[in-house]
């Protein structure tokens, strides 16, 4: 793993005085390209060539169309992009893990390393103000030739992964791992997805590891519901509609699913998650924002349901779901389905905004030719 001294130095020279370009997000649905110098790490710090950053729903809710994000989802006008992968080329000092030329994810959070949520791992919920820092929320992100990465939220990305299903695991893929981690996913379940973006695509993908007996999916836009049959996700596909319990129900001897998750963020569908869920089952709310409405009484207590809220993962989930990827063989890249250049990320954020697409990926080097 560790780089030699000599490719330390000739990398260091290479990247010493060079510019790079950088995609920033002033709202608007617009992406600005600037060019900057190529930053150079300091302690505990790595310089990373960016060779895959993918867009997230997270990104065009809270900050291409309009800088919507509070708190964490707050957008700074740093470089944008929280879902890199790539390969070292610098490394500060006081590093002591990862070395020039290794392959890494970035875990896109950065906390203070010292309060207890960063203890456990989760850095998402991070309790310093002064030092939680996103990046591409609030520290420069990885729509960039280069980006700087702490070594301490870096996880070894395995020869096994490309680096683009490195950049599926720093959001999407571990976001879901945690939530069906929580829930539980074996073959006596019967799981419904409602909301089939790329995080939904995930959930299908994972709960088809993990041995779901039926996964049933729901989207309102047609190239999502085609895509998820077509990648053989899932086993039903619905177009979201008022009639959706009664149709879970008949795909489920009467009924309900064991296992629900919401990866749509919309009210409906996220009552239909809630009231197709069969009595003793659980329900994982991932997709963020806007609200629900439904009857406890009925809902939820009288079947004796749980409802999970789940937000990321921890550095160690996301290392061990690493690892469950090689073992399965599973490709997170296999849901991209359109990779663009840096100089093309306007397309890439425009597509992703449509909808009609499965994930997009902004992408450098060997991962552009990759399909
Ligand atoms: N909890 C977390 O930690 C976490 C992490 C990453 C992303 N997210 C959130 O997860 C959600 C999904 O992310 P994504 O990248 O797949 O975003 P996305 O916007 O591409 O996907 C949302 C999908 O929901 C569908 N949808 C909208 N209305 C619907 C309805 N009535 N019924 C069924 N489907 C409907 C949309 O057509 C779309 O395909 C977003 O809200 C994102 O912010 C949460
Ligand atoms: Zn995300
Ligand atoms: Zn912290």
Redesign the pocket.
């Known amino acids: 793993m560790m780089g030699n001294s000599t490719t330390l130095r000739k990398v260091e020279s290479m990247a010493v005085n060079q510019s790079m370009q950088a995609a920033f997000l002033p709202g608007d649905d617009k992406v600005e390209l600037r060019t900057l110098a190529v930053p150079h790490p300091r302690h505990g710090e790595v310089l990373l060539r960016v060779k895959a950053s993918t867009?997230?729903?997270?990104d065009?809710?809270?900050i291409y169309h309009e800088h919507l994000g509070k708190g964490p989802e707050g957008y700074q006008g740093v470089i944008a992009g929280h879902e890199p992968s790539g390969q070292i080329v610098e490394v500060g000092p006081g590093c002591r893990r990862f070395a020039v030329d290794d392959r890494v994810i970035v875990y896109h959070i950065s906390g203070c390393g010292v309060c207890n949520d960063c203890r456990r791992g989760y850095m998402?919920s991070c309790t310093s103000e002064k030092y939680r820092r996103a990046y591409g929320w609030q520290r420069d992100g990885g729509m960039a030739n280069y980006m700087i990465a702490e070594e301490k939220d870096l996880i070894a990305l395995p020869g096994e992964l490309s680096y683009a299903d490195g950049a599926q695991v720093a959001?999407?893929f571990g976001?879901v791992y945690?939530?069906l981690e929580k829930i539980g996913i074996n073959g006596n379940h019967s799981v419904l997805i409602?909301?089939?973006?790329?995080?939904?695509?995930?959930t299908a993908a994972l709960c088809r590891k993990l041995g779901a007996d039926k996964i049933i999916g729901?989207?309102?836009?047609r190239e999502?519901l085609d895509l998820a049959r077509s990648l053989k996700l899932c086993d039903f596909v619905l177009t979201?509609a008022t009639g959706n319990v009664t149709e879970i129900r008949d795909l489920t001897h009467g009924f309900g699913v064991e296992r629900a998750v919401d990866?749509?963020?919309?009210a409906?569908?996220r009552a239909?998650a809630i009231r197709a869920t069969r009595k003793w089952g659980k329900i994982a709310?991932?997709?963020?924002?806007g609200s629900v409405e439904f009857n406890p009484s009925a809902d939820v207590i009288h079947d004796q349901k749980t409802i999970y809220?789940?937000?990321?993962?921890s550095t160690w989930l996301m290392e061990e779901l690493v690892g469950r990827l090689v073992r399965w063989n599973l490709h997170p890249a296999d849901i991209i389905t359109h990779r663009f250049n840096l100089e093309h990320a306007a397309e890439a954020y425009a597509l992703?905004a449509s909808?009609k697409c499965g994930?997009v990926a902004v992408c450098s080097d060997e991962e552009l030719t990759l399909k």
């Open positions: 867009i997230c729903g997270s065009i809710r809270c998402i959001c999407g976001t945690e939530a409602t909301g089939l973006g790329p995080v939904g695509l995930a729901i989207d309102i836009v999502r979201a990866c749509s963020a919309n409906l569908a239909t709310l991932v997709g963020e924002g809220g789940s937000w990321v993962t992703m909808g994930k």
